[in-house]
Structures are given as structure tokens and as C-alpha cells.
């Protein structure tokens, strides 16, 4: 059985190949898993209790900010970082410049 799928591209014709765009789609969908991996295991976002009016998106929100400033700052292991911080205020504040 053949499988299909369609998308949208602004490349060319000529960059439009089909080992670039599987090579587009995988590296979209790694992105994905890393993400949402990140906020099922390491802060339990399926688990929240939040569940009123702007709180999910909000904390959704949160949690996509907390781990940009991480990864910008060159934070390799959410997770252990996620533990060392919320022991010290002081480190957290020197991983941030401060």
C-alpha cells in the first residue's frame, strides 16, 4: 500500500527535493518529540491541575519560556537543571546573568 502526504513549501522547485523535505519533516517532528517530551516528563504538564479560563494557556506559556531561557543559556539537562535551581536561587540567578 502506498502512503501520501501533502504540504506546503515556499523552497523552489529545485530545493523542493524529496530527500529535503523528509529531511524538513523529520527535523520539524524532532523538535516536536524533544519539546513535548521535556514538558510531559520533566514538568508534568499532562498532570496539572490547571484547568480554568486562561491558566493552561498561561502556564503552557510558562513552561515554553522556562525552557527557551534554559536552552539559551546553554543548559544541556532540563530536568537536572530544573532541580539545581529550584535548590538555589543564588545559581539560578548566575545561570541568568544576574
Known amino acids: 500500500r502506498d502512503d501520501y ?19 524538513l519533516a523529520r527535523g520539524h ?9 521535556v514538558r510531559d516528563v520533566t514538568f508534568h ?3 496539572s491541575q ?3 479560563q486562561n491558566g493552561p494557556h498561561m502556564m503552557a506559556t510558562l513552561r515554553e519560556l522556562a525552557m527557551s531561557i ?4 546553554g543548559v544541556k539537562n532540563i530536568a537536572k537543571a530544573c532541580r539545581d535551581f529550584a ?3 543564588p545559581q539560578t540567578l548566575r545561570q541568568l546573568g544576574y
Do not use: Q
Not at 502526504?5 to 529531511?23: D, K, Q, V
Not at 517532528?29 to 517530551?37: A, D, F, L, Q, T
Open 50 to 52: 490547571v484547568r480554568t
Open 87 to 89: 535548590a538555589s536561587a
Open 5 to 23: 502526504a501533502f504540504g506546503l513549501t515556499s523552497l523552489t522547485p529545485e530545493r523542493a527535493t524529496p530527500e529535503n523535505l523528509l529531511g
Open 29 to 37: 517532528g524532532e523538535i516536536e518529540n524533544r519539546n513535548h517530551h
Open 45 to 47: 504538564e499532562d498532570l
Open 70 to 73: 534554559m536552552r539559551l543559556t
